[in-house]
């Protein structure tokens, strides 16, 4: 098993002036993080990731983008490359997050390309999936999952497990102040094991981590870290303050 993952998805919130804020309170509240046991990780906006870098070379705090696409260069206006990211010492990539696919379109076909891109200039996909509440209610949430994994994975070929993070996002929590009950959460996480299981074999399934994300916060962190299949958590909202994100990341870990 990697190590449990706490990721912050700052979304579009922190510029340059306010991402050097944060990480003046936060960097000094981490200094008695046992990160033997932990990783954490802090996804700014694209603008911010330079002066992120800058900051946080010198310590554990891994670096996070929100997208990228699969070419290396060339005429994808608007677009970031991974070998772009790469050059910041960036580690993570955050694809398919439901606020692409709802908002902006990302269709299943596309996130697979970014997914297989990323992958392959050696940076970690965080793929997320999760359904909405009118799917929820209709029953067919194992189905959603399901078909958002195998869609946006199947580019991808043989892992060994830890170049890969899922993250389950059911998209009625995410925001919403709603948080998924740790065992609604923990149904999720051992179905989609069980999907990767399919897919990769038990050994490679054991080894990717699945975050839980929508509402996390320093409440109910302590209950979702204890589920033996969530392996870490994806934060919105409860990232962009550093007191709260650290009460988050410090939970105990058993
Ligand atoms: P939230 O966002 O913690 O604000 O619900 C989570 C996410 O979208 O990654």
Known sequence: MGKPLFAGNWKMN???AETREFFEKFLPLT???DFENREIMIAPPFISLSVASEIVKDSKISLGAQNACWAK??????????VMLKEL??????????ERRHIFGESNELIAKRVKGVYEE???PVLCVGETLEEREKGITFEVVENQLKEGLKEIGNL??????????PVWAIGT????????AEEVHSFIRQILGEMYGKNVADVIRILYGGSVKPGNIKELIVQPNIDGVLVGGASLEPESFFEICKVEIS
């Open 31 to 33: 200094k008695d993080i």
């Open 14 to 16: 922190k510029g340059v």
């Open 122 to 124: 050696g940076l970690i």
């Open 177 to 184: 102040g709603k948080t998924a009950t740790p065992s609604q």
């Open 89 to 98: 010492g960036v580690k993570y990539v955050i694809l398919g997050h439901s």
């Open 73 to 82: 260069k060339g005429a994808f206006t608007g677009e970031i490359s991974p």
């Open 160 to 169: 060994d497990g830890a170049e890969l993070v899922i993250a389950y996002e």
